[in-house]
């Protein structure tokens, strides 16, 4: 059954609009003014005409409606939320999709991923400063991460990891290619970006930094040695016998830390990552928050947390 016929199917829709209703955000109108009671009340005809419109490549979502959030430090940042008809087919589809793509995932990514959360981030956190001795620290901030994902560059690392039919990955660049109208009126195009409010964003944004994720893990925990270890802890001892840099990564969405035993390793990996980021991802790194950090005497932030190495007794631990 191709993947299509998975998301046009009756009963997938049924449960979209199900699990939308339990979204507070699902009350939050888009352009058109209309709210998840709207759809409700005329379920079934929404979805006959979602699986009409995707079975035969006429779908075409609205207007995204761009809101500015206040942020801490008295700034904003864009909001993008398209109309719930369309939060309901990106619900259709991140339903069939989620299950395929969270297998190709990295165990060390937790940001909106099933059965993951931001206390297991910390725990791995933690865990590295206590158990594993790693102090230092590369602290990276990619400039406006969603409103610059490259929409091409998204749509062949979907290719890769195995959304191959046709009639989706043309699904999603429309979806991708929608316009935006600003609080002012007037109307921008979408050349790259996807949507902060959209349903389907965050996972389309792991898609993006999973290969970014499987980078950092060849260097080190995923290194390729002529010796087949039996367990994971006698590769790695091995592995610190070597000239190569102990790196290990932690990251919730956009937010992510790169851990190492040495400044001069961290300070390698921050340039070999910054590289990566703009070559392979056409991602750029803000300069004035991304930056190594010795946990023995500064901390870090983290998910809302402020992270120190602390001495206790003779060991230092993790202080959040």
């Known amino acids: 059954m191709k993947l299509i ?12 609009i199900s699990n939308l209703k339990k979204n507070k955000g699902s009350k939050t109108p888009g352009i058109d003014g209309n709210t998840i009671l709207d759809i409700i009340e005329n379920k079934e005809q929404i979805i ?19 809101i500015e959030i206040p942020k801490e430090n008295g700034k904003t940042r864009p909001l993008g939320i398209p109309t719930i008809y369309d939060r309901v087919v990106q619900q259709s589809i991140k339903q069939i999709l989620e299950p395929i793509l969270d297998k190709k995932f990295h165990a060390n990514s937790f940001g909106f991923r099933p059965n993951r959360s931001a206390e297991n981030a910390i725990a791995l956190n933690n865990n590295l400063i206590n158990r594993g001795n790693l102090y230092f620290v590369v602290d990276i901030d990619i400039k406006s991460f969603f409103d610059n994902i490259n929409h091409n560059k998204l749509i062949k690392q979907l290719y890769k990891i195995g959304i191959k039919e046709a009639k989706i990955l043309k699904l999603i660049k429309v979806m991708l290619k929608s316009n935006v109208l600003l609080p002012d009126g007037s109307i921008i195009k979408s050349i ?3 949507p902060q409010g959209g349903v389907l ?3 389309l944004a792991n898609v993006v930094l999973n290969e970014l994720d499987w980078w950092i893990h060849r260097q080190w925990s995923g290194k390729k040695t002529q010796h ?11 592995l610190k016998k ?3 840099i102990e790196v290990k990564l932690v990251r919730y969405a956009d937010d992510f830390k790169l851990f190492c035993r040495s400044r001069k390793n961290a300070e390698i990996m921050f340039s070999l990552t ?9 991602l750029e790194v803000s300069r004035e928050k991304s930056k190594v950090i010795n946990l023995k005497k500064k901390s870090s932030e ?3 947390f402020r992270i120190k190495a602390v001495r206790n007794k003779k060991k230092r631990t993790a202080r959040t």
């Open 302 to 304: 983290f998910l809302g």
């Open 192 to 194: 790259k970006g996807t």
């Open 228 to 238: 087949d270890y039996g367990a994971q802890n006698h590769k790695e001892r091995a």
């Open 242 to 244: 070597t000239k190569l």
């Open 5 to 16: 016929d998975k998301i046009i199917c009756e009963k997938n829709i049924a449960i979209a």
């Open 274 to 282: 910054k590289n990566f980021l703009k070559k392979r991802l056409k």
């Open 201 to 203: 964003s965050p996972l």
């Open 48 to 66: 006959q005409k979602i699986k009409v419109e995707l079975s035969v490549g006429l779908y075409k979502p609205s207007l995204i409606k761009r």
